[in-house]
């Protein structure tokens, strides 16, 4: 069965920011292209879409590689991160208005189900797919008001790359992790429909510090 290119690019973006496709790991065209169904060029397509955002690296005589990753990659996309977020939420506080509010808090309650269900648990594995679009989902929304088109498909690669490396180093996805991060979204969300522009900046940097190397 033949699948289209853009459910071939979604499929390889999920797996590589949820680590199923573990950092460094060789990304064969000629072998992608029997789990597709399609040509090696079409696969080789894909996998330059997602080098430009940062997922998959590319050589030339070498190849395609899943991203490396590391502490000091994760530090430093944490902390662009940080500086994205923190100034499109603040742009959509300001220019944002009823329908940004109302869909922020349909995302946030979508990824609160999911994250405690998930905390309950203490096992993400079965929802790590849905946890990880529903929170890119509410993260997205949250800076969706911005008025800046370049900032956010900035912030999209940058996101991105952040997921990739902090699943594929974090090492403790329990219950306490959950608990905390539900307190932490919560905490933006009520920020953000408040208007409180140094709240939401201050909740943003609280729910992403942990990312960052302890001397920040």
Known sequence: MRIE??????????????????????????????????????????LLRLSKVGLVEFEMQRGFRARATSPEQRHDVTRFRILLEQEGAALSMK???????????AAHHA?????TQI?????????????????????????S????????ETYESIYLQFRQQMVSQERDFGSNYFRAIIIEHQAI???????DTEACRKAVYDHLKRNLRPEE
Request: with cysteine; proline share 5%.
């Open 5 to 46: 290119t853009p459910d071939i690019y979604r499929d390889l973006r999920d797996k590589l920011v949820t680590a199923r496709l573990s950092p460094g790991v060789k990304l064969k065209p000629g072998e992608l292209q029997g789990a597709y169904g399609c040509s090696a060029n079409t696969v080789r397509d894909v």
């Open 111 to 115: 990824l609160s189900h999911i994250e």
């Open 119 to 143: 905390a309950r648990s203490g096992d993400v594995d079965p929802l790590m797919s849905h946890w990880s679009d529903a929170e890119w989902t509410f993260h997205k929304v949250l800076i």
């Open 145 to 152: 008001g911005c008025g800046s088109p370049l900032l956010r």
């Open 95 to 105: 220019h944002g208005g009823v329908a940004w509010e109302a869909q922020l808090s």
């Open 189 to 195: 969300l009520d920020a953000a429909l408040s208007r």
